[in-house]
């Protein structure tokens, strides 16, 4: 199956989802340049990482939002967003064997629209626009050594499910993310899917 296939197949966990998921694959089937920045609203992935027993999530430091968040990046053309999320948590964290957790069609465990405020990147002015935002999640043993990305990041440590919403700036993000992907992490580990 492609990636529209696998977001129709997803099955949305609440209302934001099911909002989300139609703008996805509104965008997925008329906007042939989603995969690419150029974009208004163009694709994303996230790698949310855990430990095998689901109680620590992998997080960095993310410069421009000035806050510890999750780990993820642009699709830059790419329409395998497991293999791009793969790819970024190696560049942004030094883990470079993840196992990615079944956790449903092609593999996705959420599914969001993230709003990004313009701002400055690499001394380039970036305009307001969406991510389409698909979630994998992995597992990844907390004693692989980690390193920071410093175009990127200034800090990447495992922290207890719970510690994120002390450690976010982004109350949105712990509201509609976190909140959410914890709850799955749990539910994928009391299936003993993570193990």
Not at 51 to 65: K, M, P, Q, T
Not at 155 to 169: H, N, Q, T
Request: hydrophobic share 45%.
């Amino acid at each position: 199956m492609g990636l529209a296939e696998d977001v129709m197949a997803y099955q949305p966990v609440n209302e934001q989802e099911h909002v989300d998921r139609e703008l996805i694959l509104g965008c997925l089937a008329h906007d042939p340049h989603v995969a690419d920045r150029s974009s208004l609203a163009h694709l994303t992935t996230s790698a949310w990482t855990v430990d095998a027993a689901g109680e620590r999530v992998l997080l960095c430091y993310h410069n421009i939002y000035d806050s510890w968040s999750w780990v993820g990046g642009h699709a830059d053309g790419e329409l395998d967003l497991a293999a791009v999320a793969a790819r970024e948590l190696a560049e942004e964290t030094g883990v470079t064997r993840a196992r990615l957790v079944d956790a449903g069609a092609g593999g996705i465990a959420s599914l969001e629209v993230l709003t990004v405020d313009g701002h400055v990147k690499r001394g380039h002015y970036v305009g307001s626009h969406l991510h389409l935002n698909v979630t994998y999640l992995f597992v990844a043993d907390p004693s692989l050594a980690l390193r920071k990305k410093p175009d990127e990041n200034s800090g990447v440590r495992w922290v207890a499910l719970d510690e994120i919403f002390a450690l976010s700036s982004e109350p949105w993000m712990c509201e509609r993310v976190y909140e959410k992907l914890i709850a799955r992490t749990r539910e994928l580990r009391d299936a003993g899917l993570l193990g």
